[in-house]
């Protein structure tokens, strides 16, 4: 199977680092010019971040495919990024976990959450609380691997909800895999209908 989703094509579907037309963070800059082992690293670093901190796309860690310089082909690059992501992402996501273990003991931070004026947390939580229920750990894999989406909500949603965390850790790194694979299809997608 054809990973490859050539740079320009993909650029114009997430975005490019240079032209995005929002003011980038040092870290999303030192993905978008990640190169070699060390640039592997920083996607591992960024992705952990974003699964329990920052609300910053995890999309933009596709960006450096064909100049990560790693030895490896294109498609290589992209196995390597996805792989190396998917567990930054899983083991932030552990972060997050026990973050909400211990929150659901704090019963007031859960309130404060729950009363935010912002809709889309009360929405995301319902829709994956409602997967999670209906689905248990494949639910969150499925909510994690819709592209754009900030699943730092979703993954802080399904923490009220379980207590294990391997399974927790496994379904988040097979939701940001999936995730990333998703997006490469449909920029792929995109491309064929252009």
Known sequence: MDLVVPTTAFIAFIGDCTTAGTPLSPLEEAVCTATGPTGLGIIAVYSFLIAFILPLPSEVVLVPAETLRLGLSTNGNLVAIILVSGLGKAFGSLVAFHIGQEAKEYGPLVRWIKRSR?????????????????????????????????????????????????????????????????????????????
């Open 118 to 194: 912002f809709n889309i947390i009360e929405w995301s939580e319902k829709k994956t609380v409602q997967l999670a229920q209906k689905y248990g750990y494949i639910g969150l894999a499925l909510a994690l691997c819709v592209p754009f989406f900030p699943d730092t909500i979703s993954i802080y949603a399904f923490t009220v909800l379980e207590r294990d965390y391997y399974r927790f850790g496994a379904a988040t790194f097979f939701g940001s895999a999936g995730r990333l694979v998703v997006t490469l299809a449909l920029a792929g997608g995109t491309l064929v209908l252009l």
